[in-house]
T-cell receptor, first 112, second 108 residues
């Protein structure tokens, strides 16, 4: 089944404890992206990747890192999480940037 | 950046009614997509529509890029149409910007 998977789905952590949210797609998509969703703000793009080893900042990249070592995986890294990073995170992928995006199920992160 | 505004912010419909959702954007864009977020949080792509008109069952969408707006039509609404509808635009090459959404509730 074609899909985008994210893990974990739910995470509660404390300020400063490094964490990684994984994202994987099995559709051989080149474009992958991370978004955060906050009430009243819609979805905002954090980072995106046009292909392997090609990543770039979105609208709200501060406090996040990403890597794209393989085509299928695009992990989101929070080196030192803070409470203002409490949010719902979505990973998405598309064959190319101009194609329809497919979203993962979301990861709800709470930073205490 | 670009401003992406959606209207109305909230909409309540009786089952069977029709509705029109609007997405306005403040600059030229390369790509426009409509998404539905169901009550369980899942985001589903409805249309990729940088210009013109597309139809998929009871849903259709029209984008007039020169006038910087897109419309999503929902006909004969059903309770399963409830959720939040987002438009997203591709701006300055590689970055996507989302509107703040229209929350739709369809009551039986």
């Amino acid at each position: 089944e074609a899909q985008v998977t994210q893990n974990p789905r739910y995470l509660i952590t404390v300020t400063g404890k490094k964490l990684t949210v994984t994202c994987s797609q099995n559709m051989n998509h080149e474009y992958m992206s991370w978004y955060r969703q906050d009430p009243g703000l819609g979805l905002r793009q954090i980072y995106y990747s046009m292909n392997v080893e090609v990543t770039d900042k979105g609208d709200v990249p501060e406090g996040y890192k990403v890597s794209r070592k393989e085509k299928r995986n695009f992990p989101l890294i929070l080196e030192s999480p803070s409470p203002n990073q409490t949010s719902l995170y979505f990973c998405a992928s598309s064959f190319l940037i101009y194609n329809e995006q497919f979203f993962g199920p979301g990861t709800r992160l709470t930073v205490l | 950046g670009i401003q992406v505004e959606q209207s109305p912010p909230d909409l309540i419909l009786q089952e069977g009614a029709n509705s029109t959702l609007r997405c306005n954007f403040s600059d030229s864009v390369n790509n426009l997509q409509w998404f539905h977020q169901n009550p369980w949080g899942q985001l589903i792509n409805l249309f990729y529509i940088p210009s013109g008109t597309k139809q998929n069952g009871r849903l259709s969408a029209t984008t007039v890029a020169t006038e910087r707006y897109s419309l999503l039509y929902i006909s004969s609404s059903q309770t399963t149409d409830s959720g939040v509808y987002f438009c997203a635009v591709l701006y300055t090459g590689n970055q996507f910007y989302f509107g703040t959404g229209t929350s739709l509730t369809v009551i039986p």
